[in-house]
């Protein structure tokens, strides 16, 4: 019997930092710019008091462990994939799409938490391989999942964000 893969959720909405492209206009070449942005300053800048997240998560794990590529697990590799996704005001995955890394710009992604003694923790999200296979794997688990929906004024809307899902066998 073959073990199936751990698969790795990460909202790139609640990632605690960002990091300016290499390509932005405004960023001298090869300047790298961190901005911190606490949950509540992103929450304000999108117009939401809560964001989109599964309503189940041991569900929406076990979606993405059932539709993790055979290759990928049989070869012991990991893999990323960047998702835009819209969630309507009833929680209900209206369209997902993998988002292709764009040709000659570098982007890093970090999610910053803190440990158990409070000590900030910095992880890369980026990492393995992009096989072709991961874009519909993460667009079919996603349209499994059902989601508590984005509130604004205490009212459920629709919102489309990107999150990324980090398969690992």
Known sequence: ??????????????????????????????????ERLTPEALRAMAGVSQFPKPADRAAFREAVKRH???????????????????VDEN?????????PSPSGVVHEAVLVRRDASGREVREPMSGGDSDPALGPAAEAALREVKFIPAMRDNVAVPFTFRMSIHFTP
Not at 4 to 22: E, H, M, Q
Not at 91 to 99: D, H, I, L, S, W
């Open 1 to 34: 019997m073959r073990s199936r893969g751990r698969a790795y959720v990460r909202l790139l909405l609640f990632a605690g930092c960002f990091t300016a492209c290499d390509s932005d206009p405004s960023t001298p070449p090869g300047t790298r710019m961190h």
């Open 68 to 86: 993790t590529p055979a290759t990928l697990l049989a070869q012991g590799r990991t893999g990323f994939v960047l998702l835009e996704v819209t």
């Open 91 to 99: 929680g209900e995955v209206q369209k997902v799409t993998a988002v």
